[in-house]
């Protein structure tokens, strides 16, 4: 009974001219002919409707509550927090704090701005991130990579006209503020999946081309060399610092034996651990402290040489900084600088996502957890909104931070807790001992911190193994990195993998298949066989009773499956084509110009064309192929395996129906019978269904191409269709074919010959009563379940075709 939403749409299509597709009849009632009635319980898929997929869309009165409760992962784990717990948080809390101040102090050199600008970002970090997060491990606050970025945007907005006369940390702190908002943005979203799109091979050479880049930008400061804009390239940084050695004043003492010092600590600690085992935690938690060491040293050596000098120290030092947190105000936004800022804003996005995601999965599946990506974005987006007002610039996870973070055992994010309040006391009881730190000491600590992002050989290596085309990519986004600069590193990665992805899209094809007889084997017997067979007696594959099976390869052994596995024809006229990567507009054309080319070159035409003069030819129409040809058969039907496709659009849509109508004048006055298998996405199913895909085709003389249904039955608990012709309750021609028989003749049902509208049934004990339900909607008869059941359903059909039409001349 039509409803009244119905009513008004068909009377609108009709005004508007809009022809609706409505349900065929005759596929439902008519098509399941020969005799072979479908099961008494009919199945009809319901069409997959927009309204159905607006739904879908729709948040629910609790997907509402559910995406509130989601934004705070903290109710989750707060309510059984116990003491235990809380021992793990304060030492991994206290040892993170202890790193990160000094880390904090370094990475504001990076941003172009005073060292208390890096204890205010790494504050915030750490005091809000327990509550919008979903790592236990991950720290955030400055890192090196995102700090030189924002260093690069500092010097490049004050260079503009807008800029000129505003502050470093207010530029910083407005670049914060915005690339915050664009992030929780995507996090609110639940635009998670973004970080996806960065590969692995994007990450490695962002990581080492940073870490050269931000070397560069240190060596100076490290040896005390005057005069070199590090704002240059880094390869121009590089040798203009080697040109100026000459120069070197007594910081390169300093620096370079604190960088040696840091490495012979750690080394010296990571044998002791290997010698040590029992205590080898604790070991771990004293090489973390190297950089806290070094800097105590080098800052008491300092206070010694300049304790009487501190107008004129014999090296740079960090000098005054203020107490607390002295730069508390609402962040101030200026419309100049934001404009000029904006350009750098795609690679500080790309900078907070990747490293911070990235490493927070790394550690969660370590530690056997998953993280939320969307919600990480959160707690990054939070962070940088709100670092600002405290004067903070951008920030995000850190990858060395994380990595103390877990080795020191913490056990819930409640440990960023810990680490905020050692920051805090920093910022206000230890900044008169921060005057002395010297700057070549900090650059020591951030080079050394660097060394262990630069990707290694071995690493590499694998990649080569794996994809030798990715290890370009690498390179040239390092090299990109040195001899211009890292936001363009970042994007020429991004953009060639991008590259690479379309134009695999753009040439995928598919592959025609052939069968196969194969066994499967264990030991020296062959599986299934009663009794076993040895290994040798291969004559069971000429047993019916055998349990060989039928498996489909590619006919050119592209899949790397032995070359020399004879493969047969799946049945003269009928061809499998299985779809590699995908099936859409970018590759539609390709893979059907593929499909058409193989099936012209193996297969003659129906009926011969004849023209009354030479001139009557089409001028694309190839001249009559020489004799031998004529062994080849004709175009029966065309099989297309949609196991790898989950989704397709309009034009491959179109695309399939032009092939189709093609193909169909190719094998006039027959029709080419389209059989879809493994068809997975019921929105695939509405697409080729509007296409006319699914039911069998008409004639050229407009009747409904003849037809019979192999139907695909699955067994549910009930009765079964052989225990019901038992009893009576069914006669031998209303029972289909059941999965059994059509598993027992996967050779492609040759010979068989539908001489009456019944079916064997083969007399088998029945144990239980059980129930056949079909799988696949009766109206839509051409979608299979596998190619199995599509192939028996091709061969039959060409089998009646012989019957009922008189075979033609040649054919």
């Known amino acids: 009974m039509p409803t009244v939403a119905d009513k008004v749409g068909h009377s ?13 009849v005759h596929a439902e009632d008519d098509v399941p002919g020969g005799g072979f009635a479908p099961p008494t319980d009919r199945f009809i898929e319901e069409r997959v409707a927009t ?19 989601s934004l705070f992962p903290c109710l989750g784990w707060l309510p059984h927090y116990n003491l235990r717990w809380l021992t793990g948080d304060i030492i991994a809390g206290l040892t993170v704090g202890a790193i990160i101040v000094p880390q904090g102090m370094a990475y504001a050199s990076l941003a172009k701005v005073e060292p208390q600008f890096g204890l205010y970002s790494s504050f915030m970090g750490l005091v809000i991130y327990w509550m919008f997060g979903t790592s236990k491990d991950i720290s955030i606050g400055p890192v090196a990579v995102l700090a030189s970025i924002v260093g690069s945007v500092v010097e490049s907005v004050q260079s503009t006209p807008a800029g000129k006369d505003t502050a470093g940390h207010i530029i910083a702190s407005s670049f914060s503020l915005v690339a915050g908002v664009i992030v929780l943005g995507l996090g609110l979203l639940r635009c998670g999946w973004i970080i996806d799109l960065m590969s692995i091979t994007c990450l490695a050479a962002f990581t080492t081309g940073s870490s050269l880049s931000i070397i560069a930008s240190q060596l100076p400061a490290l040896l005390g060399i005057r005069g070199v804009r590090t704002r240059d390239a880094p390869y121009k940084v590089y040798i203009n610092t080697f040109k100026r050695l000459p120069s070197a004043q007594l910081d390169a003492a300093m620096g370079l034996t604190a ?10 600690l990571n044998k002791a651990a290997d010698r040590y085992p029992k205590h080898k935690r604790a070991i771990y938690i004293a090489n973390t402290m190297r950089n806290v060491f070094v800097i105590l040293l080098y800052t008491m050596v300092s206070w010694l040489v300049n304790m009487n000098r501190r107008s004129k120290p014999a090296f740079r030092i960090v000098g005054k900084i203020p107490t607390g947190f002295h730069d508390v105000a609402v962040p101030h936004l200026d419309a100049g600088v934001i404009s000029s800022l904006v350009s750098h804003l795609p690679a500080g996005v790309i900078v907070m996502l990747v490293e911070h995601i990235a490493v927070a999965k790394a550690f969660g599946r370590i530690s056997d957890y998953s993280i939320n990506p969307s919600q990480e974005m959160v707690a990054i987006g939070m962070t940088n909104i709100l670092g600002p007002f405290l004067g903070a610039f951008a920030s995000t996870g850190s990858f060395s931070r994380t990595t103390v973070n877990s080795k020191a055992g913490v056990r819930t994010p409640a440990a960023s807790l810990i680490s905020g309040l050692v920051v805090l006391v920093a910022a206000y009881c230890l900044t008169r001992m921060f005057f002395y730190i010297p700057y070549c000491v900090l650059a020591a600590v951030i080079m050394h911190a660097l060394g262990d992002l630069i990707t290694s050989p071995n690493t590499l290596y694998q990649f080569w193994r794996v994809s030798p085309l990715e290890v370009l990519i690498f390179f040239v986004g390092v090299f990109v990195s040195v001899f ?18 379309i134009y695999r899209i753009l040439r995928a094809r598919g592959s025609f298949l052939g069968k196969a007889r194969v066994h499967s084997v264990l030991g020296d017997q062959v599986v299934g066989d009663d009794p076993p067979k040895p290994l040798g007696e291969y004559r069971a594959f000429e047993d019916p009773q055998s349990a060989a099976r039928t498996v489909f390869l590619p006919l050119d052994h592209g899949d790397g499956s032995n070359p020399s596995v004879a493969l047969q024809s799946p049945y003269p006229g009928v061809f499998i084509y299985r779809f590699s990567d995908g099936f859409n507009y970018p590759n539609a054309n390709r893979t059907l110009d593929h499909l058409t080319d193989f099936i012209f070159a193996n297969t003659r035409r129906t009926s011969p064309e004849q023209f009354d003069h030479p001139g009557d030819r089409p001028w694309n129409r190839p001249a009559p192929r020489e004799s031998h040809d004529d062994r080849l058969p004709t175009l029966k039907a065309v099989i297309l395996d949609f196991s790898c496709v989950n989704n397709i659009d309009i034009t491959s849509v179109q695309c399939l129906i032009d092939v189709r109508n093609q193909l169909d004048q190719y094998t006039a006055p027959e ?8 068809i997975n996405n019921r929105w695939a199913k509405r697409a080729l269904a509007s296409g006319g895909f699914g039911i069998p085709s008409k004639t050229s003389d407009g009747m409904r191409h003849r037809w019979k249904s192999i139907f695909s039955v699955a067994e549910i608990e009930g009765e079964s269709p052989t225990a019901a012709m038992a009893g009576g309750r069914l006669t031998p021609s209303e029972i289909p074919p059941s999965s059994d028989d059509e598993e027992s003749s996967t050779d492609g049902l040759e010979g068989f010959k539908d001489k009456s509208s019944s079916t064997h049934i083969e007399e088998k004990p029945v144990k239980g009563m059980r129930k056949g339900v079909m799988i696949h909607s009766l109206d839509k008869p051409m ?7 599509a192939l028996q359903n091709a061969i039959v059909n060409v089998e009646a075709s012989k019957e009922v039409r008189p075979p033609t001349e040649g054919n």
């Open 12 to 24: 609108l299509a009709t005004v508007l001219g809009i022809k609706l597709q409505g349900r065929d």
């Open 51 to 69: 309204s159905e997929w607006i739904r879908d869309q729709l948040p629910s009165p609790a997907g509402v509550v559910g995406y509130a409760r």
């Open 259 to 268: 960088l040696f010092g840091l490495y012979l600590i750690r080394y010296c």
């Open 484 to 501: 211009k600069d890292i936001e363009e590193g970042v994007y020429a990665t991004v953009g060639m993998s991008a590259g690479i992805l």
């Open 671 to 678: 029709v080419v019978d389209w059989h879809v298998a493994c």
């Open 783 to 789: 979608f299979h379940v596998d190619l199995t059941s």
